[in-house]
């Protein structure tokens, strides 16, 4: 008997499993990294909001810690952040870093900058 040349498409069950533990893998990190990057975009904004309200480095830090506090703002405080006067305009700028540990000896270091600093 003659087949047709029909042939199974389709993962396999080993396949299956590798792509679901990859992704998992995947979605964890995601887990971890999503909410650092929601604090650097928080910090900005305070950073920025902080050289508004403030005329002298000691009011902008003190406003920025305000915001900190006020947006759950953990990995800097305001005398964290970098304060120098150019061409007459404070600007405002900030660097740290958040480890994240994943397993055994394995982290992952993020590091964040930024500035008021007109580009």
Known sequence: ?????????????????????????????????????????????????????????????AAFDRAAEAGYISSISGRDLAIERVDGEQQVSFAYERKIHLAGPASLLLEYSGSTAKK
């Open 1 to 61: 008997m003659r087949t047709t040349g029909a042939t199974q498409r389709g993962i396999s069950l080993v396949g299956l499993i590798v792509v679901l533990a990859l992704l998992g893998v995947l979605g964890l990190l995601a887990m971890q990294i999503v909410p650092a990057y929601s604090e650097y975009r928080a910090v900005s904004a305070a950073v920025v909001k902080a050289q508004a309200a403030g005329s002298t480095p000691q009011e902008i830090r």
